[in-house]
């Protein structure tokens, strides 16, 4: 907006024409992020926009316009949703940005009230990144629920609701009418694991968890609310057929003990500097709570007197939210450190002059990959107006939820006359050996192979983890250690250090944190692994594409160490009949098989390996016990969309019952699971009479198997 008239400058014509362009901008907007949960604009540009919008209207109060966006609540209930006309409106809040607007909040409610110095308690209370909802209650029992819609009309969203686990279906020491008002939430954790799943079925995911749980709670299909998890904080209340209380907190402590989730962050304030430190408190706090919030709300505490202060025509005057600041900062890009993974990828990581973002101190971001750095996306598009990013830029840094911050922009009018664009190494800076980039990979890998002490580390931590060798005692740090002293260099050496090093356990108890009783645990734990499952020992290879689910089905389809072995050699030809056996294998597609392979195929990774399996006993692949079960033996696939389970949770408890799961329909299929969207695959099984059965269906079928 850098063109746009300073507004004590403003002509009338002129205030007139920009009102009409940020009516339209500002309704746009609001659909965008209200209606379609895919906001267009970041909210601190809609905030400004509308700040803009009120100061005009403040200079020019004849030129308001009807439908001005100052006077309007959020956007009208969506096509598709029944409507819910609310009994007592839902509003949106005045905000506060800085402790003067607090300041002016406090002195405001004072002199509305007639109050003078007189003591004014308030309540400050974390103000929640989600979308509202309006529970009514009639006798104790759910009846509906209804989202905010424009305010006065919200959509009617009862079924999703009652899936929601925070939320009573019915309440005992109730009111006989009472509408419980709040926000439904995803947490952090839940959003990512959604947009997971999301990506793995190739559906699509979501920006932010606000959106994620708006898009979640507004489904015209409440089965599909069910399968995400979203949460339910009270904090107010609606239509009620007697008062709950005669303040603020009480009122919210009688909702919590009726059954709803209130939040424990709300605290009573009885002077501005209480609300500020209590802003503070919970500014340090955000980004460990594990849910997005953007703000704190006061409230006066006392109902009588919210009561007397009443509403203006979109916000009450007894309460106002006090933003967070944008988590942006302006910093200085020090250094770009390369980190090589497990697989030899070279990451980019940004070393930043430590700064202040949204709380919390950041001083490194991460950058992707090369076309990242250059300005580009994988498709060779041009990201931030094809800016590329230099040492000693400044650089716009950001947090979106709780992930590593990010680079989103570079100020090139502070950029050095001598700074040189960014040059990726085309050598591993661990090893030396080339740096190589396939085609179609967005990243450039070490070729160095088991040589890249980096990779080898990488490889080590990734042995040790939970779900491959789970060594009691051997985590990162002590693999770290262990390597860079020159103890073990491959996981077999992990199986030869007790032999090394533990003779009277000098050495090992020697090392700092190491005592004797530690030492003997650590061999001993290490000897227990000896013993493995032939599923960990698949995925603790770190064989590149080959993950936790894909090891599990190898193991269950080769059955022993030998068989995999074998038939990993011979599938090396593409030709063979055990290369048209791997890909057979629904879940494992060509370039894992390609990955895996070229692994065995590889003779210094190959020498590795046998000289690992050389210290186990592999356990072979057990077959769960499936007798009982109705679908052992049976053929099954899936197709469509799957709401309540991802794909390959679905194929791994389908297996796990016995049955064979199949990527195509054949006569012989024994049984179609069909989701929505559901197209070929279920016209074919219906064609060839194959029993079809829908998720739910399914889930019954298999249900206490
Ligand atoms: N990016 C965009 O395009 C876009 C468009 C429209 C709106 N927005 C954003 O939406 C917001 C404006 O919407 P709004 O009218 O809902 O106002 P608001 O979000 O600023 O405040 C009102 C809402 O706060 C919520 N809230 C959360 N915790 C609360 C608590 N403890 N007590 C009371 N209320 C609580 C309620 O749902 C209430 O409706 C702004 O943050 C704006 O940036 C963004
Ligand atoms: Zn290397």
């Known amino acids: 907006m850098s063109d746009t008239i300073i507004i004590a400058d403003m002509t009338k014509e ?79 809040l005045s905000n506060a940005f800085d402790a003067e607007d607090v300041e ?58 009652r899936t929601i686990d925070d939320i009573p279906q019915s309440v005992k020491g109730a009111p006989a009418v009472l509408e419980v008002r709040g926000e439904v939430y995803m947490s952090h954790e839940d959003f990512k694991a959604l947009n997971t799943r999301q990506t793995a079925r190739g559906g699509k995911t979501f920006a932010n968890p606000r959106n994620a749980a708006a898009g979640s709670l507004r489904q015209l299909d409440a089965s599909i609310t069910r399968a995400r998890p ?52 919970i500014e340090q706090m955000r980004s460990q709570l594990g849910y997005d919030i953007d703000g704190v709300v006061y409230k006066v505490d006392d109902l009588a007197l919210q009561g007397r ?51 919390v101190v950041v001083s490194n971001a991460t950058l992707h990959n090369e076309d990242y750095i250059a300005g580009r996306d994988s498709k060779g598009g041009e990201i931030r107006a094809g800016k590329d990013i230099r040492i000693g830029d400044w650089v716009e840094v950001y947090r979106a939820g709780d992930v590593i911050p990010k680079v989103a922009d570079v100020d090139l009018t502070k950029r050095s006359d001598t700074s040189e664009p960014y040059v990726f190494p085309k050598t591993c800076p661990q090893c030396g050996s080339d740096a190589i980039r396939e085609p179609g990979d967005a990243v450039r890998r070490c070729s160095g192979g088991l040589i890249c002490p980096a990779q080898a580390v990488e490889k080590l931590k990734h042995f040790v983890s939970r779900s491959a060798f789970d060594i009691d005692g051997l985590g990162a740090k002590q693999v770290e250690q262990f390597h860079a002293d020159g103890w073990i260099s491959e996981p077999a050496d992990i199986f030869t250090l007790r032999d090394r090093y533990g003779t009277g356990l000098q050495q090992l108890k020697n090392r700092e944190g190491w005592g004797e009783k530690s030492a003997t645990n650590l061999f ?9 499952e032939l599923a960990r020992l698949i995925f603790g290879l770190g064989i590149r594409h080959v993950g936790e689910a894909a090891s599990n089905l190898l193991a269950l389809h080769y059955g022993s160490w030998e068989a995999f072995a074998d038939a990993m050699d011979a599938a090396a030809d593409p030709a063979s009949e055990a290369w048209g056996d791997l890909t057979g294998i629904d879940g494992v597609g060509a370039v894992m098989a390609g990955s895996l392979t070229a692994a065995f195929a590889q003779d210094t990774e190959r020498a590795a390996i046998d000289r690992l399996v050389a210290h186990l006993r592999v356990q072979t692949a057990e077959r769960p016990d499936t007798s009982g079960s109705p679908v052992a033996g049976k053929i099954v696939v899936f197709t469509g969309t799957l709401e309540r389970m991802t794909r390959a949770e679905a194929k791994a408890r389908a297996e796990s019952l016995g049955a064979k799961v199949s990527g195509s329909v054949s006569a012989k299929t024994d049984i179609l699971v069909a989701g929505p969207g559901a197209g070929s695959k279920a016209k074919k099984a219906g064609e060839l009479g194959i029993e079809t059965l829908d998720e739910d269906g399914w889930l019954a079928l298999i249900e206490g198997a």
């Open 14 to 92: 002129q205030a007139r024409a920009e009102l009409a362009r940020l009516a339209d901008l500002l309704n746009t907007a609001n659909h965008a992020y209200h209606t379609e949960d895919a906001p267009q604009i970041s909210d601190a540009d809609y905030d400004a926009l509308k700040r803009r919008n009120t100061e005009i209207e403040a200079r020019f109060p004849e030129l308001k316009r009807d439908d001005s966006p100052s006077d309007q609540v959020g956007a009208a209930p969506a096509e598709g949703f029944s409507k819910l006309r609310h009994a007592v409106s839902m509003l949106s």
């Open 104 to 161: 002016d909040f406090d002195a405001r409610v004072r002199k509305y009230l007639g109050l003078g110095t007189d003591p004014l308690r308030y309540t400050a209370e974390p103000k929640i990144d989600g979308l509202s909802l309006s529970l009514r209650y009639e006798d104790g029992e759910l009846v509906s629920a209804a989202t905010r819609g424009d305010g006065q009309v919200g959509e009617n969203v009862t079924a999703n609701a």
């Open 230 to 281: 979203l949460r339910f904080f009270a904090y107010t209340w609606g239509e009620i057929s007697e008062p709950l209380a005669d303040t603020q907190m009480a009122a919210i402590a009688r909702l919590a003990k009726m059954g709803f989730q209130t939040n424990p962050l709300t605290a009573l304030c009885d002077v501005p500097a209480d609300m500020l430190a209590h802003y503070a408190k």
């Open 309 to 359: 202060l009443g509403f203006r025509s979109t916000t009450p005057r007894w309460a106002t939210a006090h933003k967070f600041p944008a988590e942006l900062a302006w910093t200085r890009l020090e250094a770009i450190d390369i980190q090589v993974g497990r697989t030899g990828s070279l990451s980019p990581v940004a070393r930043l002059a430590p700064v202040t973002v949204g709380g």
């Open 524 to 532: 001993d734990a290490i000897d227990a692994r000896r013993d493995i």
